[in-house]
């Protein structure tokens, strides 16, 4: 059965988002009496990891999964972490406005985790901005395919990026407020229950991004 996850949202624990967890899981539930289907989001924080909050009684409260991520900045762009550990934590300094890419990967890897260029084609903070540098597109099996927040122009770039790379893509909404949530989405062929089950499949390349509107309950 295929799990449909928004993978890029904020929540009040970002400096620059005004929505709680529950507005969104809320938000949610209108959108799914609509015929939509969003199963899942991920909770990708700037700059830092929401270890302190549990999600679960939510969670089970609205029925929809709710799992933790990181977005990080790095010198070469914005990054999606997934599969976030203590053992990464220790490992980077995520407050680090200008990290090392390709240290983030390595260490994201070797922790048990991804790391995905976020919002890949924006102008300032996509990773297209950056390959003239000589960063070594085949270090990143998966982008953000298709961005809530990015215009069309930024959208089309990540796809050009995608395809010049032969990545896999992936879809957020990249919400801040509570309207935006779902708003674009990733369809993962097999069941999701947990962080490690998206971690797997994201390196499988078991999924598909695409926007709310192609997502509706048979």
């Known amino acids: 059965m295929a799990t449909t996850i928004d993978m890029h949202s904020h929540s009040v624990f970002s400096d620059d988002a005004r929505a709680t967890v529950e507005q969104y899981l809320k938000w949610i539930t209108t959108v ?6 969003i199963d899942g989001i991920v909770l990708t924080e700037h700059r830092g990891f929401d270890a302190e909050h549990d999600y679960a009684d939510l969670s089970r409260q609205y029925d929809v999964l709710v799992l933790r991520g990181s977005e990080l900045d790095t010198a070469r762009g914005h990054f999606l972490v997934y599969g976030v550990s203590d053992q990464l934590r220790q490992a980077l300094d995520f407050t680090d ?20 260029p ?3 084609g924006r102008r300032g903070i996509g990773l297209i901005e950056f390959l003239g540098q000589g960063f070594p597109l085949e270090r990143v099996p998966v982008v953000e395919l298709i961005n809530g927040g990015s215009s069309h122009w930024e959208n089309d770039r990540a796809r050009a990026l995608a395809e010049k790379g032969r990545c896999w893509g992936i879809g957020g909404s990249d919400a801040h407020f509570v309207s935006s949530i779902g708003s674009c989405l990733t369809e993962f062929e097999r069941p999701i229950s947990d962080i490690k089950d998206l971690v797997a499949e994201l390196r499988a390349g078991h999924f598909r991004a695409l926007r709310l509107s192609e ?4």
Do not use: F, T, W
């Open 32 to 37: 799914l009496r609509k015929g939509h289907r």
């Open 97 to 116: 406005v200008k990290m090392d890419p390709l240290k983030l990967i390595a260490e994201a890897e070797r922790c048990g985790g991804i790391a995905v």
């Open 118 to 120: 976020a919002h890949p």
């Open 215 to 218: 997502v509706r309950v048979s």
